[in-house]
Nanobody, 116 residues
Framework: QVQLVESGGGLVQAGGSLILSCTAS????????MSWYRQGPGKQRELVAT???????NYADSVKGRFTVSRDNAKNTVYLQMNSLKPEDTAVYYC??????????WGQGTQVTVSS
């Protein structure tokens, strides 16, 4: 059974940085794509960043230039480096992994709170 465990969330002041980690219980190179989603208070879950098996990355417009997603297959871990954080980045951040054709896998989420 695939498990994804996120870590690295916390409280940070606006303008600060955090690094989120998502460690999988299986080889990450078995996933076609790994992504970070977030869900802010009273908001729908939204896609933040994706890294695919061929190394390409995609970002939501709201985080481009501030966030960087990366994958370390040797550690079975995907990271989300978050810089220049804003209060509107406050959310629970979820790790997601896709292995076609199965259903996607989700982590339990980690809270990020950015104070103004």
């Amino acid at each position: 059974q695939v498990q994804l465990v996120e870590s690295g969330g916390g409280l940070v002041q606006a303008g600060g940085s955090l690094i989120l980690s998502c460690t999988a219980s299986v080889y990450t190179f078995s996933f076609n794509a790994m992504s970070w989603y977030r869900q802010g208070p009273g908001k729908q879950r939204e896609l933040v960043a994706t890294t695919t098996i061929d190394g390409s990355t995609n970002y939501a417009d709201s985080v481009k230039g501030r966030f960087t997603v990366s994958r370390d297959n040797a550690k079975n871990t995907v990271y989300l480096q978050m810089n220049s954080l804003k209060p509107e980045d406050t959310a629970v951040y979820y790790c997601n992994a896709v292995r076609v054709p199965t259903n996607p896998f989700w982590g339990q989420g980690t809270q990020v709170t950015v104070s103004s």
